[in-house]
């Protein structure tokens, strides 16, 4: 009897055991022969796959520019990329360094075929604003590791099925996004050297990080074919003994290594970055938002910038004081509560007070310094109103020009005169027409008188300028000094 149970419980072990064999086994379902045939076919840029390629970067690059998701999805589905992607892999599998030769050639055209073609588009497009879409492909991550990794399995397997599936391979195109990093590459060379209005990314930059991205994807496009083809156990093209296979698994390994380590150190101050953010909106709900409600004006977005290893957020209010003694009970919460240890908490507070409160309280020091602010706003509301009606004859974009004034004024107290205006201008030199110049007055209590406060001072003026840009989305603005 109980060898019985045994040979039963055997049997369904067995019978278990061969169901999931079943349910997960690649070899029955695959077509090697047809596999090859396609996987080499798809692999040439030649003739026809030229014109579509170049036909697809245009749709890609136009769907970026204009934000259009739906476009640069469509983009993706035409375009031919995969075949020398997945020739590599095959070929370097299967140990067919003729297919190899072939495959490294025509990656090189096809990749050079797009980047012509992406920056000659966004050369001649007027609007070269980044875009969420393109903003969306200049910072890799390990993120994107994965997604080729399983996209690309999942495409050299419904490629190599005897059962085509069509949506496999749409799906496919779309998740490993070959397209868009190369048309995003293009937009960079087409900018160079100028500013996006991204952290502090230029052209180049952009240019150099879209191609990572693209070679992230098509790297574990590649590794992913040769693990399924050795998997799948294709036949070999030439006899490949064990220590020639042992060094191409090594050289796979290292390559892999390689293009994933930058990713993941982007990876890691991404989440750190997000961490931030999300520890900073919580203090600002909980510890200020609850006790100051209606209060400050920009709570959900502060402005936080860095000096040295020091971020400092910056909230403003017009109307209600806040006691000093407040802001740096804030402060000594930011560091032991909410663990941001690097942050300091700068509270920009409005022109009204209560004289006679601040005569009760015996701060004597704090009313004498709320005067001279005021008398600074009234320097820098006289500017203002010497540049209005230059402002509104110009029909010039409206500004934030109060919160910005307030933002630089507490990062910088010693920021004498600040003004906007915009400025006509014509260079009769060069032959130029007449252009419209974003013009800033910028001037300082005291100058530096050593030289190291001429490197603070010119240190401060560069992030300055770099902050303008970024927070008016200009290219070009100029100062003038009194």
Known sequence: MDQENQETNISIGDSVLHFIKGVFSLTPNVDKQRAREEIVANINFKGMPAYVLVASIIVASIGLNA????????????????????????????????????????????????????????????????????????????????????????GIAALCSKIKNANVIAGVAIATALMPPLCTAGYGLAMGSQEVGYRDYTGFAVFFNALYLFFINSIFIAISTYIFIKVTRFPLAKYQNAIQARRTNYLILGIALLTMIPSS????????????????QSFLKNEVESVYENTFFNLN???????????????????DRIPEE?????????????????????????TGYDNSALQRDGQEFVRSLYKSTGIEIQKKDSTIASLKNQVARL???????????????????????????VFNYQDYSAGRGKNIIPTFILTWKNEPTTPEASKDRK????????????????????????
């Open 326 to 350: 407040v802001v740096e009970n804030w402060n000594k919460i930011l560091d032991s509560k909410y663990k941001l240890h690097d942050t300091r908490l700068v509270v920009y507070q409005g």
């Open 67 to 154: 934000n259009s998701v739906a476009v640069v999805i469509g983009a993706m589905l035409i375009s031919p990329l995969m075949g020398p992607i997945i020739g590599l892999g095959y070929s370097v599998a299967v140990n067919d360094w003729e297919t190899l030769r072939k495959s490294l050639i025509n990656f090189a055209i096809m990749v050079v075929i797009a980047l012509i073609t992406s920056t000659t588009y966004f050369l001649l497009v007027p609007l070269k604003s980044l875009t969420e879409q393109l903003q969306g492909r200049i910072e890799p991550t390990s993120l994107d590791v994965m997604i080729a990794f399983f996209g690309g399995f999942a």
């Open 395 to 421: 029909n010039s974009d409206t500004i934030p020009f109060q919160s910005i004034s307030s933002e630089l004024k507490s990062q910088y107290p010693e920021i004498n005169h600040f003004g906007y205006g």
């Open 459 to 482: 240190e401060d003026i560069e992030r300055i300028n770099k902050y303008l840009k970024i927070r008016l989305k200009l290219d070009t603005i100029q100062y003038l000094k009194e």
């Open 265 to 280: 150190f982007i990876f890691y101050n991404i989440i750190k970055e997000e961490l931030f953010n999300t520890k900073l």
């Open 301 to 319: 977005n502060p402005m936080v910038t860095q000096k040295d290893t020091i971020k400092y957020v910056t909230i403003s209010t017009l109307t």
